[in-house]
């Protein structure tokens, strides 16, 4: 079973720029996740769809970051105009559905792509 | 609101070590723990978990038990290999997740040398 891909794995920008990344999540998987993992930190969550909505954005700088699901599969990440702050690694997650897992408990398990590391002069 | 502190690294080992990563967790109710592993230039990947009160997690000689008495799940191994440098997340999923949303600590950075 393929992955979560992502690409570029790496881009350099000049702040101001904007840059967009892209994920493709594992086949099926209904929930997709952009997170943001600044050096030293553990991932934040920016925005998560379910199919082609949004269920979560309210940690998603709204003025430069902008998302888009339109088919429910794969997804893209934008940011216009970067800022030096922007430079992190943006992590895509996938997952079969939302809560109420088959696993037990309420969760269902995340698979993360291998990230992009964004890096703003 | 929900989070999880674990311990502050860079943790380095000599192969064949102990190691333990603590973590604590500030949650209401009874959330979902997890221990994430992710290896240099890979994504982050799930190395296990448990969903209730004395949930014992185990994968690749890699243990945590959670305790609710002490909002703990430290992760062990009893002898470290090179192969396991890493980075080592602890994570929750709150247990009114509808949202299935996860969250992480900052990760503990460890480097077994040989």
């Known amino acids: 079973e393929a992955g979560v891909a992502q690409s570029p794995r790496y881009k350099i920008i000049e702040k101001r720029q904007s840059v967009a990344f892209w994920c493709n999540p594992i086949?099926?998987?209904?929930?997709l996740y952009w997170y943001q993992q600044i050096l030293g930190q553990g991932p934040k969550l920016l925005i998560q769809f379910q199919n082609n909505g949004v269920v979560d954005d309210s940690q998603l700088p709204k003025d430069r970051f902008s998302a888009e699901r339109l088919k429910g599969v794969d997804s893209t990440l934008k940011i216009q105009p970067a800022k030096l702050e922007d430079s992190a690694v943006y992590l895509c997650?996938?997952?079969?559905?939302?809560?109420?897992?088959?696993?037990?408990?309420?969760?269902?398990?995340?698979?993360f792509g291998p990230g992009t590391r964004l890096t703003v002069l | 609101g929900d989070s999880v502190t674990q311990m502050e690294g860079p943790v380095t080992l000599s192969e064949e070590a102990f190691l333990t990563i603590n973590c604590t967790y500030t949650a209401t109710g009874y959330p979902s723990l997890f221990w994430y592993v992710q290896y240099p230039g890979e994504g982050l990947q799930l190395l296990l978990k448990a969903t209730k009160a004395d949930d014992k997690g185990s994968n690749k000689g890699f243990e945590a038990t959670y305790r609710k008495e002490t909002t703990s799940f430290h992760l062990e191994k009893g002898s470290v290999q090179v192969s396991d440098s890493a980075v080592y997340f602890c994570?929750?999923?709150?247990?009114?997740?509808?949202?299935?949303?996860?969250?992480f600590g900052t990760g503990t950075s460890l480097t077994v040398i040989p």
């Open positions: 994570a929750l999923s709150p247990s009114t997740n509808t949202g299935n949303q996860f969250y």
């Open positions: 086949s099926g998987h209904a929930t």
């Open positions: 997650a996938s997952s079969l559905d939302l809560g109420q897992g088959l696993s037990g408990g309420s969760y269902n398990e995340q698979f």
